[in-house]
């Protein structure tokens, strides 16, 4: 891969981090524990207010694993092996990449 695709790939995926590190401090709110005083929340808020609580957990949750996809894919740049599939070594297509580009794999070792 050349250095200016590589360079485009990076400010990709820096630019996905950064999309992450918003996405968590705008969803730092639901992720509170939820205060148990029923005189201000009623029986059927506060569990609503749980359930809440565990979809933004989630959500955080899939946030790490994405953050660590991209961590991934910006250590195969350092490396020189982005764009290569890490199973069977051939490239892995530009457009492949563009539309996820942390993927590891080319095509046919995704597909088994």
């Known amino acids: 891969m050349d250095t200016e695709t590589a360079a485009r790939f990076r400010a990709i995926l820096m630019r996905l ?5 918003a996405q968590d401090s705008a969803g730092a709110e639901g992720r ?7 005189q201000s929340v009623g029986r059927l808020s ?5 359930q809440q609580q565990a979809m933004a957990r ?11 996809r991209i961590a991934a894919a910006l250590a ?8 290569w599939c890490t199973e069977c070594g051939e490239a892995i297509p530009a457009a492949r990449l563009d539309l996820d580009p942390t993927l590891p794999t080319c095509v046919s ?4």
């Open 17 to 21: 981090l950064s999309d992450l590190d």
């Open 32 to 38: 509170k524990p939820v205060q148990l005083d029923q």
């Open 46 to 50: 506060r569990m609503d207010a749980m």
């Open 58 to 68: 989630a959500t955080a949750a899939r946030r790490g694993q994405s953050r660590q």
């Open 76 to 83: 195969r740049l350092d490396e020189g092996e982005y764009g």
């Open 109 to 112: 070792c995704a597909s088994g």
